[in-house]
């Protein structure tokens, strides 16, 4: 059970999401979608609803948690799983860090929206370079902080190797092909 894209677009307003963040996650999302509709086409088996629900509704609690200094990667999965959305609790709960032990056959959801989240700055789309950069600027306090934030870059790193041996394509050109595929859907020419 998955809820709509309005429905979850009503869920963000109505939790009161700050406005950047809410841009943030739509701009995830269009990420995540895009691997996701790429990496299917390529025999994986990536749940799209699920993965645009969890995308949109990634950041959901981070709003109250930047007061409360809790996790919202956690109360964020606990709220959603409350609400009997299981699956997109999972998801949420590994969108920062992947702690699940990683299938080397398929790409998972988490992975996708994991990616995804580390792909976009604020509502922009950089490199992981780009956005670690950010992310030790703004966290990196203490060597432990900095020790942290480099191993999540190579956890990072070996993400984005998995999905693009599959999609044979350039992380260097994700904007690019975004946008290409955007405007051939515009068209009405899908490209295969
Ligand atoms: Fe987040």
Redesign the pocket.
Known sequence: MIPTREECLKMMVQHGMLENIIDHSLEVARVAIFLSVQLNKKGERVDLPLVEAAALL??LT?TECLQTKED??QTGSRLLKEIGYERIGDVIAE??YLSRARDPDRISEEEVVNYA?KRVQHDRIVSLEERFEDLKKRYGKSERALELLEGLRSDTLEIERKIYAILEMDPNQLERHLFEEEEARRRGTDRK
């Open positions: 990634h950041d981070k919202h990667a969108h920062i989240d």
